[in-house]
Nanobody, 118 residues
Framework: QVQLVESGGGLVQPGGSLRLSCAAS????????MGWYRQAPGKERELVAA???????SYANSVKGRFTISRDNAKNTVYLQMNSVKAEDKAVYYC????????????WGQGTQVYVSS
């Protein structure tokens, strides 16, 4: 099993920055890609960004150029740097890990809330 623990959520002003972290533990060898999803009230959960080990990140169009995903394999941690935050970025952000065998995001963190308000 893989455990994922997010941190770094909170209140950010429009135009501001926030960095989310996700620490993985357990059966790390089971993980291929890691990603960040988000879910806003009344909306479906969406993939925001994803990254494979040693690879570049891929992004949803809504955050491209503003968010950066990175991964520190030595620390088993993935980050989401959020810059130029907009009101529509308000959501619960979830860290997820792709199982190497199934190719599915099977491991999830508990979520961290991001509020955007001036």
């Amino acid at each position: 099993q893989v455990q994922l623990v997010e941190s770094g959520g909170g209140l950010v002003q429009p135009g501001g920055s926030l960095r989310l972290s996700c620490a993985a533990s357990g059966s790390i060898f089971s993980i291929n890609a890691m990603g960040w999803y988000r879910q806003a009230p009344g909306k479906e959960r969406e993939l925001v960004a994803a990254i494979i080990s040693g690879g570049r990140g891929s992004y949803a169009n809504s955050v491209k150029g503003r968010f950066t995903i990175s991964r520190d394999n030595a620390k088993n941690t993935v980050y989401l740097q959020m810059n130029s935050v907009k009101a529509e970025d308000k959501a619960v952000y979830y860290c997820a890990a792709e199982d190497r065998i199934s190719g599915l995001y099977e491991y999830w963190g508990q979520g961290t809330q991001v509020y955007v308000s001036s």
